[in-house]
Every structure is written in structure tokens, then in C-alpha cells.
């Protein structure tokens, strides 16, 4: 069974600009799960997605935001990028959500300039 | 505010040797845990997880223990390995999930 993919692996951007990053679940997990990772804050939550609806929502501003379609591959969008959104973005997927085991995938390194 | 946190950065052992690794947490809501390990370059691999009915769950050469009076997990693995040096990181679930700064696992050879 394949596991979590994400891309883009890598990406550059920067101030200003908006960026877009996608994750496939394994097959038959409906919910993803979106992390940032960065030194400093360590792993934080971001959002989870289940069955194409938002269930929950971590302490982020609106800038972030992110979509799940009904095949359970989701997006997350990030607008109006700042130097502190540098980080690794991280997706999960379970079959029921944050309280499953969850399986992660190998991250999208974005880096802000 | 509540945290999940954990008592000690790094940790390094004899290869063979026994690890435990430490977590406390704030938030007697929370119902699941979970440790995961974290390899340079690699997103968390879940090790094992426990939920709190339970006060113990061993799986292969790792054992959770959960004192919920003291809001305390534990990680212990056994003989362990150089294929065990990492990250680790506690989580806990409730209605999001929150994890610890990580311990860094380096072992001895």
C-alpha cells in the first residue's frame, strides 16, 4: 500500500506571494491532517479535513487555509507569505482523524525569501 | 495554558541498553496518545499509542506508560539499537493534537 505523498518536495518563494501544497492520502484514509514544523514552535496542528469538511482547526491566521476533495487528497493554501511561514509542512492521514494512528508524509520544506 | 512538553532535550545511550523517554502533559481532557520518531528528512513514524482507559501498552521492544494522576508518559525502549537514534515526539488528542518539543536519541555503539 503506498504511503502519504506530498509536493512539492521543496519550494522557494517569496514575501507576498501565495503557495499551494498537496497531499495524497493512503488509500482509504478520509481524514488529512496538516502540521507545520520549524525549529522554534516545534510540531503545531494546523487543520484537519474529513470527508471534504474542515473538523478542526488549530491556532493559525486566515492565511492559512486548506481544501479536501472527494477522492481525500487535500490542499493547503498559504496567502500572503511572511519570512515566518519558512517551515515544514507536514501531512497525516487516518482512517477516523487526529484520535487514529496517523500515517505521515515526508513533509514540503517551504522556504520564504 | 495546557502544553504537552518534555523533561529532558536530549538523551544518549549504550547501544543494548534500555531508553526511557519522558513526557508530561497538562490537559486532563485528553484522551489518546502517541509517541512518534522522527528520522533527519522524514516525516514522524508512529511507534505506539495508548488511550486513556489504559495504563500500559507494549509493542515490539516499546512499552507506553500513562500515569494520568500525574499526567505523566513514558516511551521505554528496550536493548535498544543504532537504528534507534532520532527524534521522538509525545502527542496527545482531544479534539487536535498537540505534540512535545521532541528528545533527540543518539545511541552509543
Known amino acids: 500500500k503506498a504511503g502519504v505523498t506530498q509536493t512539492p518536495r521543496y519550494l522557494i518563494k517569496t514575501r507576498g506571494q501565495q503557495v499551494t501544497l498537496s497531499c495524497s492520502p493512503i488509500s482509504g484514509h478520509r481524514s488529512v491532517s496538516w502540521y507545520q514544523q520549524t525549529p522554534g514552535q516545534g510540531l503545531q496542528f494546523l487543520f484537519e479535513?474529513?470527508?471534504?469538511?474542515?473538523?478542526n482547526k488549530g491556532n493559525f491566521p486566515g492565511r492559512f487555509s486548506g481544501r479536501q476533495f472527494s477522492n481525500s487528497r487535500s490542499e493547503m493554501n498559504v496567502s500572503t507569505l511572511e519570512l515566518g511561514d519558512s517551515a515544514l509542512y507536514l501531512c497525516a492521514s487516518s482512517l477516523g482523524g487526529t484520535d487514529y494512528e496517523q500515517y505521515f508524509g515526508p513533509g514540503t520544506r517551504l522556504t520564504v525569501t | 495554558g495546557e502544553s504537552v512538553g518534555l523533561h529532558l532535550p536530549t538523551l544518549s545511550v549504550q547501544e543494548g541498553d534500555n531508553s526511557i523517554i519522558n513526557c508530561a502533559y497538562s490537559n486532563s481532557a485528553s484522551d489518546y496518545f502517541i509517541w512518534y520518531k522522527q528520522e533527519s528528512g522524514k516525516g514522524p513514524q508512529f511507534i505506539i499509542d495508548i488511550r486513556s482507559n489504559m495504563d500500559k501498552r507494549q509493542g515490539q521492544r516499546v512499552t507506553v506508560l500513562l500515569n494520568k494522576t500525574v499526567k505523566h508518559l513514558s516511551l521505554q525502549i528496550a536493548a535498544t539499537q543504532p537504528g534507534d537514534s532520532a527524534v521522538y515526539f509525545c502527542?496527545?488528542?482531544?479534539?487536535?493534537?498537540?505534540f512535545g518539543a521532541g528528545t533527540r536519541l543518539t545511541v552509543k555503539p
Open positions: 502527542a496527545e488528542s482531544s479534539n487536535d493534537m498537540r
Open positions: 479535513y474529513f470527508s471534504e469538511t474542515q473538523r
